[in-house]
């Protein structure tokens, strides 16, 4: 049954045949599933149930308005009315209902008028717009929305006040289109901007949900045992917890953790948050690089269930399509199945920024966003309640993004309640310091945990010794060729590491090698980089991998020695860190043996996003221990060594800028419900344009060819990343949108290269 007007039933919701009860249902039961899985109390949950609920039955009821049913039908054009809108009419002229509510109906699908935008219309010619087209609909509305509303409630059993009001376009127009500019918000309370906020945002999230037909399961946050994430080598041989892990399964507040490469620093976060967890809260873990990321996602979904962990960056369209490749390997690979795969990553992409996930894998850019009211912004106000978050490798942001993402700390403290656990291998002792003065107010009792000396099972990663190291005082690794090839000759497994991506690609031509070699650095696109990046963590990785600094904390290898460019130390520990990575080498006589590394003074090429005096204090530090063995405790004092004066000048600078951003530090004040910003101007002004997005010419045919398959997420993929100096002279055209470089060249194993000379005599 259908209540007293049977024809409710044939009202359409989608084009697809949806009809509006059943997507109204759907996102019904979505509203209630999103709410209880929420941290946050009983009787908040208990204040927004009733609205959400009406909100949630009433959203779409404007699409009963019989112009957009022919649209939906297909047999008229466009409505020239969003029906959300009517919706919202509806409700506020018939139906007892707050502000809240009406704001929330009529800005589920767009967000407010913003004053800010100077190349819209002007807000006056809108209003006449939509006065206007509700006036049309005088005949409509008088003859048959009484009997649809009451019909409407009786179905979903809503206790509502129906007003018999006349149609009245000035009251709507002073309740609803007033609402939707932000000139008019900043005339209202706080609580009452934060009220519109909240309710918008699960509306809007509840709609997605339900849209999706993702109601029936949402998954929740599910407290963790010791057990689950109890260290344990490839066998499955489980081994107990050292000192300092077990001091952070009963540590409860925040922590900064700073302990060695290979200790078992994700083992102890996980213990930290076993202490710190609660019902229904949700776990961000913080990593700065997407391939470290990818990584940690499939880690995770070992611990919490693969239904409960998702990424969060800018390239988890890539991660989901990936994934769902390798889940499908053995089907046939025809166009049916990568329009398939396409469809469903942007699916998961979509729902990976809703409140769906209790366990997101992120960079602090996607956290940040919220703190600088990006896109979506509403919907942090319930997934940042009482959260963890673990900020992992911490030390490699730049001054100016350490600024913001201690600034988006302490917005999450004071708003949210969200616990924190920094953790470094390499935090040196100013950052350090930074951290506890202004999140901490210098307070740092019982803040910082160690492995201690004092422990056994802690002093045995403090001093353990890994690497063997060898100073090349003016000279490059060039000079050092026929030596690398020497020891690939022996048998040796040998890691590269320079600092830019022609000097990887010289280096690959210029040695000569019948094994397997592997590029790996900024210059390839993602489709090899993806490619590559699968072969490096095989059970039978390349023998010789030269890389850049992307190695650097992305993805978990290990070599038996390393030629090393000079770097800042923070970016050599963890260069470091990729060889012996796991301390099992040994000698001829199956003896414990040091890896050994190779670190060049003389850099070729360009490095300009390298201080010269860092470079010169590592090397200066590093020296005295030439032809030594050094232990991760060498490595701190060395860390805090070259980093004994902190920032310099213009990062001081840096970081002072971006922690006191004003749009984070008054958060309030700039709340404007159904509002969003270019929260990346806003942030990094001109830090924002630091790459672009170019095609190489010998690509072109391809790309357009996956695009008129419909395979956009493939196309993309096809595109390299360059600094916009790598193209100032040369010739480059523009094509829908994408720069095609001409004078590029892409070669699937060394990257892109100019196009004056052929490839291989580039590096001749």
């Known amino acids: 049954m259908t209540g007293s007007n049977p024809n409710i039933g044939k009202f359409l919701a989608k084009s697809d045949g949806t009809t509006l009860i059943k997507h109204t249902e759907f996102v019904l039961l979505a509203s209630q599933n999103i709410l209880s899985a929420l941290a946050i109390s009983g009787e908040e949950k208990a204040l927004l149930w009733p609205k959400l609920r009406f909100c949630a039955i009433f959203h779409d009821l404007g699409k009963v308005y019989p112009d957009f049913q022919k649209v939906l039908l297909g047999e008229g054009k466009t409505f020239g009315f969003r029906h959300e809108l009517f919706s919202a009419w509806l409700i506020s002229m018939y139906l007892e209902s707050s502000d809240e509510e009406v704001f929330a109906i009529a800005t589920h699908h767009k967000g407010i008028w913003n004053e800010r935008e100077d190349n819209r219309i002007p807000f006056s010619e809108l209003r006449r717009g939509l006065v206007g087209r509700l006036d049309l609909a005088k005949g409509f509305l008088a003859e048959n929305m009484i009997n649809i509303l009451q019909a409407w409630g009786e179905y979903f059993q809503v206790e509502r006040k129906l007003l018999q009001n006349h149609f009245k376009i000035k009251d709507f127009d002073r309740h609803v289109i007033n609402f939707l500019r932000t000139k008019t918000q900043t005339k209202l309370s706080i609580s009452t901007r934060f009220a519109f906020a909240k309710l918008r945002g699960l509306l809007i999230v509840a709609d997605h949900l339900g849209s999706a037909q993702l109601q029936d399961y949402i998954p929740q946050y599910e407290l963790i045992q010791p057990g689950q994430f109890q260290p344990q080598d490839k066998q499955g041989n489980v081994y107990p917890f050292r000192a300092f892990q077990k001091r952070l399964l009963s540590k409860i507040g925040d922590v900064i953790l700073h302990a060695p490469t290979g200790s078992g620093k994700t083992e102890a976060a996980l213990a930290w948050l076993t202490a710190n967890q609660m019902k229904n809260n949700r776990l961000f873990y913080l990593l700065p690089y997407t391939a470290s990321i990818n990584a940690m996602v499939q880690r995770l979904q070992t611990v919490f269930g693969k239904d409960k962990v998702t990424a969060l960056h800018s390239r988890t369209l890539d991660f989901f399509f990936d994934q769902l490749q390798n889940e499908d390997s053995n089907l046939g690979k025809d166009s049916e199945f990568y329009q398939r795969i396409q469809n469903e990553a942007y699916s998961r992409k979509h729902i990976s920024r809703e409140l769906y996930y209790p366990v997101k894998i992120a960079t602090p850019h996607q956290i940040i966003k919220y703190a600088l009211f990006g896109k979506g912004w509403e919907m942090s106000l319930f997934d940042f309640k009482n959260a963890c978050f673990i900020i992992d490798e911490f030390h490699t942001y730049d001054a100016f993004l350490t600024g913001l993402t201690l600034a988006t700390v302490k917005w999450l403290k004071k708003h949210f309640d969200a616990k924190f656990l920094f953790m470094s291998a390499t935090i040196p002792e100013f950052l350090q310091n930074l951290i506890v003065k202004h999140i901490y107010d210098g307070v740092s009792d019982n803040l910082i945990v160690t492995p201690s000396p004092e422990m056994a099972s802690d002093k045995e990663v403090l001093n353990r010794k890994r690497h063997c190291l060898f100073c090349k005082m003016n000279t490059s690794i060039s000079d050092d060729v026929p030596f690398i090839?020497?020891?690939?000759?022996?048998?040796?497994?040998?890691?590269?590491i320079v600092n830019n991506v022609k000097t990887a690609q010289q280096l690959y031509q210029s040695i000569s090698f019948e094994g397997t070699v592997r590029l790996l650095h900024g210059g390839l696109n993602r489709r090899s980089r993806s490619k590559i990046e699968k072969e490096i963590i095989s059970d039978t990785p390349p023998k010789l991998l030269i890389a850049t600094q992307a190695v650097e904390v992305s993805l978990d290898i290990d070599y038996n020695m390393a030629f090393i460019e000079n770097a800042p130390i923070d970016a050599?520990?963890?260069?470091?860190?990729?060889?012996?990575?796991?301390?099992?080498?040994?000698?001829?006589?199956?003896?414990?043996?040091?890896?050994?590394?190779?670190?060049?003074?003389?850099?070729?090429?360009?490095?300009?996003?390298?201080?010269?005096?860092?470079?010169?204090?590592?090397?200066?530090?590093?020296?005295?221990?030439?032809?030594?063995?050094?232990?991760?405790?060498?490595?701190?004092?060395?860390?805090?060594?070259?980093?004994?004066?902190?920032?310099?000048?213009?990062?001081?600078?840096?970081?002072?800028?971006?922690?006191?951003?004003?749009?984070?530090?008054?958060?309030?004040?700039?709340?404007?419900?159904?509002?969003?910003?270019?929260?990346?101007?806003?942030?990094?002004?001109?830090?924002?344009?630091?790459?672009?997005?170019?095609?190489?010419?010998?690509?072109?045919?391809?790309?357009?060819?996956?695009?008129?398959?419909?395979?956009?997420?493939?196309?993309?993929?096809?595109?390299?990343?360059?600094?916009?100096?790598?193209?100032?002279?040369?010739?480059?055209?523009?094509?829908?949108?994408?720069?095609?470089?001409s004078d590029f060249e892409y070669n699937p194993i060394i990257g892109y290269v100019r196009k004056e000379k052929n490839i291989e005599d580039q590096f001749l």
């Open 572 to 741: 050599l520990i963890q260069r470091f860190g990729r060889v012996n990575r796991r301390g099992q080498l040994t000698d001829k006589n199956c003896k414990p043996a040091l890896a050994r590394i190779f670190l060049y003074e003389n850099i070729i090429g360009r490095t300009p996003f390298y201080p010269e005096e860092k470079l010169t204090n590592t090397w200066k530090a590093l020296l005295k221990f030439d032809e030594k063995a050094l232990s991760e405790d060498d490595l701190i004092r060395i860390c805090n060594e070259v980093y004994v004066y902190g920032y310099s000048r213009e990062e001081e600078a840096d970081f002072n800028l971006a922690f006191n951003n004003p749009i984070i530090n008054d958060f309030e004040n700039h709340l404007i419900a159904g509002d969003w910003r270019d929260w990346i101007e806003d942030a990094l002004g001109e830090r924002s344009s630091l790459k672009l997005d170019i095609l190489c010419e010998n690509l072109v045919d391809e790309y357009k060819s996956l695009k008129t398959e419909g395979r956009y997420i493939e196309a993309s993929r096809l595109l390299v990343s360059v600094y916009p100096y790598e193209i100032k002279d040369t010739a480059f055209y523009r094509e829908k949108n994408v720069i095609i470089a």
């Open 485 to 496: 090839i020497e020891n690939l000759k022996d048998g040796k497994s040998v890691l590269v």
